[in-house]
């Protein structure tokens, strides 16, 4: 059958694939029921991790701004997404969605 160590290598794998899945629910998923785009009203869903890479990267090199024009200095843990639109991504900070339309990243900045 299995060896300990080739059970254990098993279980490790289970285990970063278990914290991967909860790494990216850090918004309930009771919450996201009842939230939505404070502009559009749409439902909103997580962002993949990529894209999160993706903007802290823009954020860290300080080409990246929010709607309103400011330039945005604190990377993100996550965001949130228009899911029909997906133009405008919502940002995530300390386990908190910020629903402000002014503080959202337009996702044609990312691209």
Same mark, same amino acid.
């Given at each position: 059958?299995?060896?300990?160590?080739?059970?254990?290598? %098993?279980?490790?794998?289970f285990l970063n694939i278990k914290f991967m899945v909860m790494e990216l629910r850090m918004i309930s998923e009771d919450?996201?029921?009842i939230i939505a785009c404070p502009e559009t009203k749409q439902?909103?869903?997580m962002a993949a991790p990529d894209l999160v890479d993706k903007i802290n990267s823009? %954020?860290?090199?300080?080409e990246l701004v929010s709607r309103s024009g400011q330039k945005i200095g604190d990377k993100i843990d996550g965001g949130l997404i228009q899911k029909e639109e997906r133009k405008y991504l919502y940002p995530i900070r300390d386990?908190?969605?910020i629903?402000?339309?002014?503080?959202?990243?337009s996702l044609d900045s990312v691209s």
């Open positions: 059958m299995y060896s300990k160590l080739s059970y254990a290598v %098993i279980q490790l794998k919450l996201l029921k439902d909103l869903v823009l %954020i860290e090199k300080g386990d908190i969605p629903l402000l339309i002014d503080e959202s990243i």
